[in-house]
């Protein structure tokens, strides 16, 4: 009787709690899961009819595949969701991945989402209202969509004063900031690490003081109609959000220069040569992001005047943690198999590269230590060996000249590649080999002329 009317009394009280703050406040981050309905938010074909240029912009980014892109449907449904399952501390993530990835699902408190083949609104990704609702942010650092989501009749944008026949419009100084787009591109693991980080990076880089957004590079201004009965012309950010899927984004985005310590040796002499990689292009780390995916890496590779080819390992700096950053064929990736239940599973090579080459990295590391892939499950990182923005990184590549390689040119040929998808990962979780193929991001070549 008395327990009863106790566990009543708590009741009444626990919704209080919920109910009153609930309505004053705005909710964001995980508190927001299942706050609104998939109909609070309008299709992005609904835009589409008026602004006419921005819609197919956005359709071919991956703002619009955020949810759908095969890779990003592996590591959901084959991953994170059977892992968050078995493991407590990563419970949260089922919902979360989604807190970015669809934020309409999310926000409906549809976990898991319906798969992408049952096209339904889930697949609407990062879409048109999801990005002209967001009305405000927590305070701090932004990171797990701590965006603050008002769907209805207004629509935030860049401009005061703008009429649309179809609706409000208010301006908002956050969607011009950096923080607006760190909502989803900072995000932290159930461990506390920064998993991505790509506003935070950028934010302690030097293109902030130069006056130069995220906005500037990933949506460039040319001259177009805001919507097709808008009067005139207009210098405006375009919807085209590329970044690594797209090769005219990546090609050259870092400058290598190959310099030898000498332009002349002799057969069986010691030359040194230093490859300088300069991240000219990127307002982040390169890679940056997805950093636990991506596979940055160079083949450096001498080849003398009779067609004889050497293969150049990098030299070793020393420092804690550097095989993460070397090229290696060992087993690896160990907790694939425990995400996905399979207590035998006995790794699967590294790198897939050429033993010894440089992989611009930081390796994010499981509980246990090992390297992983599910960022999610990171307690911990590698040393980071990426280029930071404007940063130039150095290596050397110590190459002693056979005794017999014929006299006449020896070109050394420094290639640098990018695979969005570490190569014996893909493979093995069967994800379209063109996430892991291998493109070359920049090139660079020296000449040493080989003499008696
Ligand atoms: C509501 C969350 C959200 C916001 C806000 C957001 N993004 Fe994204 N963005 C994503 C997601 C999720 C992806 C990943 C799509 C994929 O590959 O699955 C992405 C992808 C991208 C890509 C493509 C990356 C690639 O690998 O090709 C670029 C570039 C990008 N965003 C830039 C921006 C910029 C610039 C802003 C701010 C103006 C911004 N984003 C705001 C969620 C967001
Ligand atoms: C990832 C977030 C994001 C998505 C998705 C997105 N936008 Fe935008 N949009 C922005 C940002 C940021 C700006 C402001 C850029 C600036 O001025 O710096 C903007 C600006 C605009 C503007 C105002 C242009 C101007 O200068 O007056 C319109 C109109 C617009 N977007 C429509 C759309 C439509 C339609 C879609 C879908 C096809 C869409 N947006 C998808 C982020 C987004
Ligand atoms: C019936 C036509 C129509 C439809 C449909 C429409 N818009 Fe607009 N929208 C306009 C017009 C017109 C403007 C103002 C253009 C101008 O000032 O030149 C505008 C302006 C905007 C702006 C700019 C606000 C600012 O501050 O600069 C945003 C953002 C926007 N629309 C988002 C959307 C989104 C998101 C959708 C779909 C959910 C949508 N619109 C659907 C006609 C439309
Ligand atoms: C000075 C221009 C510049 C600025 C500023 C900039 N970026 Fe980039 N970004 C690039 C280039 C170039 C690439 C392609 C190289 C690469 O993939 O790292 C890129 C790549 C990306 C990618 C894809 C990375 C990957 O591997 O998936 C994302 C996402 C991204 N940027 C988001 C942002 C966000 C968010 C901001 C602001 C916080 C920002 N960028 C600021 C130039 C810029
Ligand atoms: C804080 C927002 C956020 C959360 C939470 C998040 N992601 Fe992402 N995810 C992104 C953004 C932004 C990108 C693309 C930017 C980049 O790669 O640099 C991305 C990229 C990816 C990619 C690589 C896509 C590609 O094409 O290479 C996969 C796969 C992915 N996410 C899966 C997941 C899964 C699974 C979860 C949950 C465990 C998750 N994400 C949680 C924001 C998020």
């Known amino acids: 009787m008395r327990t009863s009317t106790f566990r009543h009394l708590v009741v009444v009280t626990l919704n209080l709690a919920w109910t009153v703050p609930a309505l004053a406040q705005p909710k964001w981050g995980d508190a927001a899961l299942g706050s609104r309905q998939y109909d609070d938010f309008e299709r992005p074909r609904a835009c589409a009819g008026c602004h006419r240029e921005f819609f197919p912009q956005w359709q071919m980014s991956m703002m619009s595949q955020a949810y759908t892109h095969e890779w990003d449907e592996i590591e959901y449904f084959e991953l994170a969701v059977p892992h968050a399952e078995r493991e407590p501390k990563v419970a949260g993530v089922k919902a979360g991945c989604n807190g970015c990835h669809t934020p309409i699902a999310f926000l409906a408190g549809d976990v898991p989402p319906p798969k992408p083949q049952k ?16 009305s405000g942010r927590a305070e701090g650092t932004p990171f797990n ?3 603050i989501s008002s769907p209805g009749k207004t629509k935030y944008g860049p401009r005061e004063g703008v009429e649309s026949p179809h609706h ?30 790509t506003q935070i990076e950028y934010a302690e880089g030097p293109y902030p003081k130069m006056g130069l957004r995220c906005h500037d590079c990933h949506m460039p201004v040319a001259t177009g109609r ?52 300069f991240n000219a292009k990127a307002g982040h780390k390169i890679p940056t992001g997805s950093v636990e995916d991506r596979e940055l890496w160079v083949h450096v590779e001498a080849v003398d005047a009779k067609g004889n080819r050497y293969h150049l390992p990098v030299d070793p700096k020393g420092f804690p943690g550097e ?5 290696s064929n060992q087993p690896a990736w160990f907790d694939l198999g425990v995400a996905q239940g399979k207590a035998d599973f006995a790794g699967i090579p590294r790198d897939g590269v050429p033993e010894g080459s440089r992989i611009y990295r930081m390796a994010y590391l499981n509980p246990k230590g090992e390297m992983t892939i ?8 590698g040393p980071d060996y990426r280029i930071g923005p404007l940063e130039t990184k150095t290596d050397s590549y110590t190459f002693k000249i056979p005794g017999k390689a014929p006299l006449g040119p020896l070109t050394v040929k420094a290639t640098l590649y990018y695979r969005l998808l570490v190569k014996p990962v893909g493979e093995y979780l069967k994800v379209p080999a ?19």
Not at 119 to 134: F, G, K, L, M, Y
Not at 179 to 190: K, Y
Not at 237 to 247: E, I, S
């Open 119 to 134: 096209r339904s609104r889930a697949n609407e990704s990062v879409s048109c209202d999801v990005c002209h609702t967001i």
């Open 145 to 147: 969509f701590s965006y």
């Open 168 to 197: 409000n419009t208010k301006k908002l100084e956050l969607i011009r900031q950096p923080e607006f787009c760190g909502n989803c591109h900072n995000e932290q693991s159930p461990y506390g690490m920064w998993v991505k980080a």
């Open 226 to 277: 805001v919507a097709s009965m808008s009067g005139e012309d207009l210098p405006l950010h375009q919807h085209l959000f590329f970044g690594a899927h797209v090769m005219a984004k990546i090609r050259g985005a870092v400058e290598l220069r190959l310099v030898p310590d000498r332009l002349e040796a002799t057969p069986g002499e010691k030359v040194k040569l230093t490859l300088y990689a």
């Open 323 to 327: 095989e993460t950053t070397i090229g």
């Open 374 to 381: 599910m960022q999610w499950y990171t307690a911990s990182f």
């Open 434 to 452: 063109e996430e892991y193929e291998d493109r070359v991001m920049n090139e660079a070549e020296a000449r040493i002329e080989l003499v008696d």
